[in-house]
């Protein structure tokens, strides 16, 4: 199981920094990532992470503002979000797969493990 959390309400420019623990079993050879879904829109990826930290990628429009880390002693992913704009407004879901290498495919069913959503208000 994943557990996120750490979102919140916050104004534009400000930041937040969201957790997920993993529990039942250890993270450290699974490639872990977040996705987001805004109201009313579908399910998008935003940030993913090798099973050793060494490889990381971002949707462009989280670029140079998100960044994803991990912490295998603590069996949990981070994602820290600077310069919030409200367009960030969503639900944030941290996710895991069994494949340790990043690669390029993102899609939805790729990801098999779901935490709950955590969600993050931004205000302009």
């Known amino acids: 199981q994943l557990q996120a959390s750490g979102g919140g309400f916050v104004q534009a420019g400000g930041s937040l920094r969201l957790s997920c623990v993993g529990s039942?079993?250890?993270?450290?050879?699974?490639?872990l990532g977040w996705f987001r879904q805004a109201p009313g829109k579908e399910r998008k990826f935003v940030a993913g992470?090798?099973?050793?930290?060494?490889?990381?990628d971002y949707d462009d429009v989280v670029k140079g503002r998100f960044t994803i880390s991990r912490d295998d002693a603590k069996n949990t992913v981070y994602l820290q979000m600077n310069n919030l704009k409200p367009e960030d407004t969503a639900v944030y879901f941290c996710?895991?797969?069994?494949?340790?290498?990043?690669?390029?495919?993102?899609?939805?069913?790729?990801?098999?493990?779901w935490g709950q959503g955590t969600l993050v208000t931004v205000s302009s």
């Open positions: 039942g079993r250890a993270l450290s050879n699974y490639r």
């Open positions: 996710v895991a797969d069994e494949r340790p290498i990043l690669g390029t495919n993102y899609a939805i069913l790729e990801w098999d493990t």
């Open positions: 992470i090798n099973w050793t930290g060494s490889s990381t």
